[in-house]
């Protein structure tokens, strides 16, 4: 899920901008104690911050994907959907929608967005929550990202959400694991969109998106909802709503591959 770029906008709230930020570069451990410091004053315990910031390491792995990712959409729509959206997806996707309908028509109902929609992301982002769903730990990659001086203030602020995930209690650090850029749970949502798109629908008090599923789809129509979607318009290529899917993801070629998903889930 590419939304590096429209998280940007939540740092000045999040971090506080980029002249609180910080240093990026030189020691890495003076740069988390910075970090620490930032994520205090922002309402993050001390006892949060000391279990997740402590003997943090910086994962040169990450930094590596990090520079070679820029070519993830370099095939065309045909050449990319072939290898996303086959028989046996659209096949899961469909038992999924009857499994799940009744929680689908309540998300409809209060966010105005498909089901169709919501189980074609679901299906790509990670086979339904039953694929990768990545495998590392979140502080140190976002910790990372942030002390390497290319985008320190976009990480910077997505390092603080992630810590604040913690302190809300949705998930403990344990199951704060997520992909190469920090995107967390069953629709891989960056901890900034966490913050501010994810919903409790299940009614437990925690928005948890990586394991439950009520919370997973209706923060994923929560965010589509907020960017403008709407129920009953299409969705295809210089559309309105192609436009406002766009805060799910920039690339083109991903959003057609969305709304073919969806389409064959609906059987057309």
């Not at 709230?13 to 020691?27: E, H, K, N």
């Amino acid at each position: 899920m590419l939304r590096l770029l429209f998280a940007a906008a939540l740092v000045v709230t999040l971090a506080g901008g980029p002249a609180q930020a910080a240093r990026c570069g030189g020691d890495f451990n003076s740069f988390i104690a910075g970090m620490a410091a930032e994520a205090q004053a922002a309402g993050v315990s001390a006892s949060v911050t000391s279990a997740a910031l402590g003997g943090v390491t910086p994962d040169g792995a990450v930094l590596a994907f990090d520079r070679r990712q820029r070519h993830t959409f370099n095939k065309s729509f045909e050449q990319y959907v072939s290898t996303r959206v086959g028989p046996g997806r659209i096949n899961g996707g469909r038992a999924l929608l009857q499994r799940h309908a009744a929680l689908l028509s309540r998300i409809e109902q209060q966010f105005g967005v498909p089901r169709y929609i919501l189980v074609a992301i679901w299906g790509l982002e990670s086979d339904f929550g039953k694929g990768d769903m990545g495998k590392l730990p979140v502080i140190r990659t976002l910790a990372t990202l942030a002390h390497d001086c290319r985008r320190t203030d976009l990480f910077q602020g997505e390092l603080l959400a992630a810590l604040k995930i913690v302190q809300r209690g949705d998930l403990p650090l344990r199951d704060l694991i997520g992909a190469y850029a920090g995107e967390i749970g069953q629709t891989q949502f960056l901890p900034s969109s966490y913050i501010k798109y994810g919903v409790d629908f299940d009614g437990d008090g925690h928005v948890d998106l990586r394991h439950s599923v009520p919370d997973v789809l209706a923060s994923t129509a929560n965010l589509l909802h907020m960017s403008g979607f709407k129920m009953g318009q299409p969705y295809g290529e210089g559309t309105a709503n192609f436009e406002a899917m766009r805060e799910w993801n920039r690339a083109v070629v991903y959003r057609k591959t969305i709304g073919y998903f969806a389409d064959r889930l609906m059987g057309q």
